[in-house]
């Protein structure tokens, strides 16, 4: 007979998979898609506070208070970074997407940061 009452999952598969999805389903580890989130609102907060601004005059349509506080100054990191803009023309940190374009995030050790690429 089939116990109706019993709400239970039978999962199989390699211990190290199961532990990660075991703290998934328990809520012990914070995902990183919701980091990744909540990392975004509050980098999208701060430049419209003035607390990060770009380091040259910039427009941004979509959300012209983001950019409205002006220019910032130029920090030795937003150098490092624009140095691996001219090298890398293909990687940038925001980039509005032509029709057809797909934008995929992607970032590597030792980069100023997660970058969008525009493929």
């Not at 919701?34 to 509050?42: E, T």
């Not at 430049?47 to 950019?67: F, N, Q, S, W």
């Not at 940190?93 to 590597?108: F, K, N, V, W, Y």
């Amino acid at each position: 007979m089939a116990e109706w009452c019993r709400n239970r999952f039978e999962i199989t598969g390699k211990s190290v998979c199961l532990d990660v999805l075991i703290q998934w389903i328990e809520g012990n580890d914070a995902s990183r898609y919701r980091h990744a989130i909540q990392q975004s609102i509050l980098l999208f907060l701060a430049g419209c506070a003035g607390i990060l601004k770009p380091v040259r005059t910039e427009t941004y349509p979509p959300y012209p208070g983001l950019v409205s506080h002006g220019a910032g100054p130029t920090t030795v990191a937003s150098q490092a970074w624009e140095v691996a803009e001219h090298e890398q023309p293909q990687l940038c940190l925001i980039r509005d997407t032509q029709p057809g374009e797909r934008a995929m995030a992607s970032a590597s050790v030792g980069s100023p940061g997660p970058v969008v690429k525009i493929v």
